[in-house]
């Protein structure tokens, strides 16, 4: 019986000497510092070894529970296998060559170092991150608007750390809703949810309501969370109160998934909406979809361009959307906004300049935009017809995010454009600087791309004569018409009950079709004007 135990024993043992393809035994370490200008700081480690097998966790990795639908999926890997850790780690490896991968989200270039681990020795590497951008001594501050990870005060730190490692000012965490309960939960909205550490903070927000047959929607900034179970698709009642509450409302994934173009329709043209997710990596074609955004730009009614990564579901990857585990990549700020702030960086300035439109969104290069010396999200009222000064930058590197090009958008339209040219515009520094005739009003962004998957675009600036506002005559009529198909579509789905659970609009019948009348009214009045 004896003898049986101990063979059960060595055999158990033995099983548990290879861990991810690395052998416990004959261990040998390395010690890790990681610095920016010459101070310990948050980032993203990622450790192979010659075959590709990653390496086990160190025990100074920083872990969270995560995972989709409010699952434990994961705690201290991230969906790639990488990790985090706050500028130094330990980690015992059986000798041989390894792959050391650093980052530190977009302003920081990667940096990839192969060491030869060797036995019986300690060894001790040092590496310093260096930024090819900083944002912040431009006053420009980066946020990802859709993180959804549970939270209590005590995970502050930890969620925070996350946050600086990838390069981050503003992680707001969404309190998720659909029609039957609520995930991600936050312990406090406004500024009672706020943890701030030096130029980082967490902030909270909601996705909710958010529904398959009108969209998903997101609240941020408000100081609660609003949820109406049994008037679940109507948003509209959502909206006014996250206003009273001082928070901006908008719609997630560019309102494209979802049928989110349908939702738009009753809320934007009521008035009722203040932002749009403009980049994100969830819907196929992104990560930059820009149809309901220009359709009401250029029906006159102003939108915020805001951006986030959904994590932890969407990665940059071979697949948007990323449901399967081989193809699970998402990413904390793989899509960000930044936003504009003179002052100090705080909870307040953040959140006023946020509400003003003072923001750009990007995966990757970074862009500017003035006109008149207006900001995005400015107003510029002229008294005639006449010039005005458009002025804008991209910025990349030649490495890690190429410039392809810099163009000007007036009504969805390009009218200036660059590429570089190997002088004075090149992979690194795209700039226009022009004058630009102006007899009509109008909005006027920028936009540019980069590598792969890489590109930016600002909020408007969006510009009128007199007052008489910045729609686009050309398109106003089949804009229109494109919304009023929206809301038949929606009408046909209410004719019927359906027994999916995930459609349940026809529980609501009297209230949307009120809606829907309440809309094409207001299509009616437009169409006149």
Not at 8 to 15: A, E, K, N, Q, R
Not at 383 to 402: D, H, L, R, V
Not at 454 to 473: C, E, L, M, R
């Amino acid at each position: 019986m004896k003898n049986l135990l101990f063979q059960y024993t060595l055999i158990l043992l033995l099983s548990f000497q290879t861990i991810n393809g690395f052998c416990q035994n004959e261990k040998t370490g390395i010690s890790v510092i990681i610095t920016e200008q010459e101070n310990p700081t948050p980032v993203r480690v990622k450790i192979t070894d010659s075959q590709g097998h990653f390496a086990p966790l160190p025990d100074e990795v920083i872990s969270i529970m995560y995972g989709r639908n409010d699952t434990p999926e994961r705690y201290g890997y991230q969906p790639d296998s990488s990790f985090y850790v706050d500028g130094f780690f330990q980690l015992e490896l059986i000798p041989g060559r390894y792959e050391i991968s650093l980052s530190k989200g977009m302003e920081y270039l990667d940096q990839t170092q192969t060491v030869d681990v060797k036995a019986s020795a300690l060894l001790e590497l040092k590496y310093e991150m260096e930024r090819w951008v900083n944002m912040e001594a431009t006053g420009w501050y980066s946020a990802d608007d859709h993180i959804h990870i549970r939270r209590s005060p005590r995970e502050n730190p930890l969620i925070l750390k996350w946050v600086e490692a990838e390069g981050l000012n503003v992680g707001v965490m969404l309190q998720m809703g659909d029609f039957w309960a609520t995930y991600f939960s936050q312990y406090a909205f406004g500024e009672d949810g706020v943890y701030k550490e030096n130029n980082s903070m967490l902030s909270t927000g909601q996705e909710e309501p958010r529904t398959h047959q009108v969209g998903h929607t997101i609240a941020l900034v408000a100081d609660d969370f609003v949820r109406y179970k049994n008037e679940y698709y109507e948003y509209d009642h959502v909206f006014d109160r996250v206003h009273e509450l001082k928070g901006i409302t908008g719609y997630a994934h560019q309102g494209m998934s979802f049928n989110g173009s349908r939702g738009m329709t009753m809320d934007v043209l009521s008035g009722r909406v203040d932002f749009l997710e403009l980049l994100q990596f969830c819907v196929e074609g992104g990560p930059l979809l820009t149809q309901n955004y220009y359709h009401f730009l250029d029906l006159g009614y102003k939108l915020t361009a805001t951006a986030g990564s959904d994590f932890p579901w969407c990665g940059n990857g071979p697949k948007f959307g990323m449901e399967e585990e081989p193809e699970w990549n998402a990413r904390i700020g793989n899509a960000r906004f930044y936003t504009h702030i003179d002052d100090s960086f705080e909870y307040t300035s953040w959140k006023e300049n946020l509400v003003a439109g003072h923001t750009f969104v990007t995966s990757g290069p970074m862009l500017q935009l003035k006109v008149n010396d207006k900001l995005p999200g400015d107003e510029l009222n002229l008294t005639e017809k006449g010039e005005i000064s458009i002025s804008a930058a991209a910025f990349g590197n030649t490495t890690q995010i190429p410039l392809s090009k810099l163009e000007i958008i007036a009504h969805g339209k390009v009218i200036k454009e660059i590429v570089p040219d190997g002088k004075n515009n090149t992979l690194e520094n795209l700039s226009l600087d022009f004058d630009w005739k102006v007899d009509k009003g109008v909005w006027v962004a920028a936009r540019c791309f980069a590598g792969p998957n890489q590109v930016a675009h600002t909020t408007p600036i969006y510009i009128s004569i007199n007052n008489n506002g910045f729609q686009n005559d050309s398109t106003w009529q089949d804009y229109l018409a494109l919304n009023e198909r929206y809301m038949d579509e929606l009408e046909h789905e209410l004719q019927a009950p359906n027994d999916r659970a995930d459609k349940r609009a026809w529980w609501y019948r009297k209230e949307l079709k009120q809606r829907i009348e309440d809309t094409r009214q207001i299509i009616e009045k437009l169409k006149k004007e």
